[in-house]
């Protein structure tokens, strides 16, 4: 009760905030004459469209009153910048034509996202192709909520996209048991929105920084890039460990149940009730859900026997080796590489099984053992060099201070970073 009270508060303040910023951003004033993709836009015809389903470069500048030889002589002329040909399906795109009787084309520009065109320019005898890129303001937010069901229903009813959920999911892959996830646990998030123009939501940035209260314990994950040759951002805790280790905790995307722990002293009707040890950890998804290797390594068996259904073998290295039972289809083949994380199958409900699951089992040295209990010493995560951790910590400080205490309402405390 105190939960949805909470999170229905977290709402109210959430959406109030929008609509504050919505006002303010109406008091932005046109100043004449409006510039888009840098054409005074008043001087030319506009034309906004999709590009369609077998439509090419050359169809649309034929329509627009522009034809061979002219169209070659432009594809040509750009194709170190820009191949006409890749033009896709579902692309949308502007023209810019000329304002008398002949309408004809005289800039095509073409958006490859939310954010990034090519400007294709041919009003001159000189044609250009250039890149551009949309003013961006990211700006700073922060988000909490309280678990009542899963993250994803709680992410949802604060309105934020599953895209975001997935990054949570994925930072705390290697830390958090999601299907363990109690109600009253609490969650705060540091993360980043995109905005064209500085109202068109363009997408999420990184999450700068995250606490997950799960059971009592706070688990923190803070972005921090700690060889900056490679530049590679990583997920550290307080601590400096850094959050990514060699196993995933689960084979799954968050979205599944454990139906069935390794138990040595399982009795299952299927075997008339009989002990029979269960050396695996079932976890229920739905049919054709993702499987994914939890660790790097080659896979040593992709086939179909009898109790295992649909299954592959991943030998991560001369100690760990995992398998993931009952898929309904394989993706992966003896020999193949997989990266942590890779999708090797889907679950199914093949071989000795009563449901749509993924039996995952896990060796080590030769042993079936529960990779989820805590006997089971699993490689640590790496931690941080003794050289960096002060600047680490120094780093973390403020951001670690802003998860644990209350702050202003969540939209008030933007901060704009850049704006360009
Ligand atoms: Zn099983």
């Given at each position: 009760?105190?939960?949805?009270?909470?999170?229905?508060?977290?709402?109210?303040?959430?959406?109030?905030?929008?609509k504050?910023?919505v006002a303010?951003?109406?008091?932005v004033k046109?100043?004449?004459?409006?510039?888009?993709?840098?054409?005074?836009?008043?001087?030319?015809?506009?034309?906004?469209?999709?590009?369609r389903?077998?439509e090419?470069f050359?169809?649309?500048?034929?329509r627009?009153?522009v034809?061979?030889?002219?169209?070659?002589k432009?594809?040509?002329s750009?194709?170190?910048?820009?191949d006409?040909?890749?033009?896709?399906?579902?692309?949308?795109?502007?023209?810019?034509?000329?304002k008398?009787?002949?309408?004809k084309?005289?800039?095509?520009?073409y958006?490859?996202?939310?954010?990034n065109a090519?400007?294709?320019?041919?009003?001159?005898?000189?044609?250009?192709?250039?890149?551009?890129q949309?003013?961006?303001?990211?700006?700073?937010?922060?988000?909490?909520?309280?678990?009542?069901?899963?993250?994803?229903?709680s992410?949802d009813?604060?309105?934020?996209?599953?895209?975001?959920?997935?990054?949570?999911?994925?930072?705390?892959?290697?830390?958090?048991?999601?299907?363990k996830?109690?109600?009253?646990?609490?969650?705060?998030?540091m993360?980043?929105e995109?905005?064209?123009?500085?109202?068109v939501?363009a997408?999420?940035?990184?999450?700068k920084?995250?606490?997950?209260?799960?059971?009592?314990?706070?688990?923190y994950?803070?972005?921090f890039?700690?060889?900056?040759?490679?530049?590679?951002p990583?997920?550290?805790?307080?601590?400096?460990?850094?959050?990514?280790?060699?196993f995933?905790?689960?084979?799954?995307?968050f979205?599944y149940?454990?139906?069935?722990?390794?138990n040595?002293?399982?009795?299952i009707?299927?075997?008339?009730y009989?002990?029979?040890?269960?050396?695996?950890?079932?976890?229920?998804?739905?049919?054709?859900?993702?499987?994914?290797?939890t660790?790097?390594?080659?896979?040593?068996?992709?086939?179909?026997?009898?109790?295992?259904?649909?299954?592959v073998?991943?030998?991560?290295?001369?100690i760990?080796?995992?398998?993931?039972?009952?898929?309904?289809?394989?993706?992966?083949?003896?020999?193949?590489f997989?990266?942590?994380?890779?999708?090797?199958?889907?679950?199914?409900?093949?071989?000795?099984?009563?449901?749509?699951?993924?039996?995952?089992?896990?060796?080590?040295?030769g042993?079936?053992?529960?990779?989820?209990?805590?006997?089971?010493?699993?490689p640590e995560?790496?931690?941080?060099?003794?050289s960096i951790?002060?600047?680490?910590?120094?780093?973390?400080?403020?951001l670690?201070?802003?998860?644990e205490?209350?702050?202003?309402?969540?939209?008030d405390?933007?901060?704009?970073?850049?704006?360009?």
């Open positions: 009760m105190k939960n949805s009270f909470l999170l229905l508060l977290l709402f109210v303040s959430f959406y109030s905030c929008k504050e910023e303010t951003t109406q008091e046109i100043i004449q004459p409006e510039l888009r993709f840098g054409y005074k836009i008043d001087d030319y015809k506009v034309i906004q469209d999709t590009i389903k077998g090419s050359g169809v649309i500048l034929d627009h009153h034809y061979y030889p002219k169209i070659n432009i594809a040509s750009i194709k170190e910048v820009f006409v040909r890749r033009v896709r399906a579902g692309k949308p795109y502007t023209i810019l034509a000329s008398d009787s002949t309408e084309a005289q800039v095509f520009i958006k490859h996202d939310k954010i090519t400007i294709i320019d041919f009003k001159d005898s000189v044609i250009v192709a250039k890149p551009f949309k003013k961006i303001k990211t700006v700073l937010k922060s988000v909490k909520g309280v678990i009542n069901s899963s993250l994803s229903v992410m009813s604060l309105h934020l996209s599953p895209n975001l959920t997935y990054t949570i999911a994925d930072i705390y892959a290697w830390t958090l048991d999601f299907y996830l109690q109600k009253g646990d609490s969650f705060k998030f993360y980043e995109k905005f064209i123009n500085d109202t939501f997408g999420y940035g990184d999450v920084s995250a606490v997950f209260n799960h059971n009592g314990t706070n688990l994950a803070f972005r890039v700690a060889d900056s040759i490679s530049g590679i990583e997920y550290y805790d307080e601590n400096g460990n850094m959050l990514r280790s060699q995933l905790k689960s084979p799954i995307k979205q149940r454990i139906s069935s722990r390794y040595l002293k399982r009795r009707a299927h075997y008339g009989r002990v029979k040890a269960h050396r695996g950890t079932d976890f229920a998804a739905r049919n054709g859900t993702p499987i994914m290797a660790a790097n390594g080659t896979v040593t068996e992709s086939t179909r026997k009898r109790g295992n259904g649909n299954y073998a991943v030998r991560h290295n001369a760990y080796t995992t398998k993931y039972l009952h898929m309904s289809k394989r993706k992966v083949k003896v020999g193949d997989v990266k942590q994380g890779d999708v090797i199958g889907y679950v199914g409900n093949t071989g000795s099984s009563s449901g749509n699951h993924v039996c995952y089992r896990f060796w080590k040295n042993r079936e053992v529960d990779p989820l209990s805590p006997k089971t010493k699993l995560a790496e931690p941080l060099k003794k951790k002060p600047a680490y910590l120094a780093f973390i400080a403020p670690k201070y802003e998860l205490n209350e702050t202003l309402p969540v939209l405390q933007e901060i704009i970073k850049n704006t360009d």
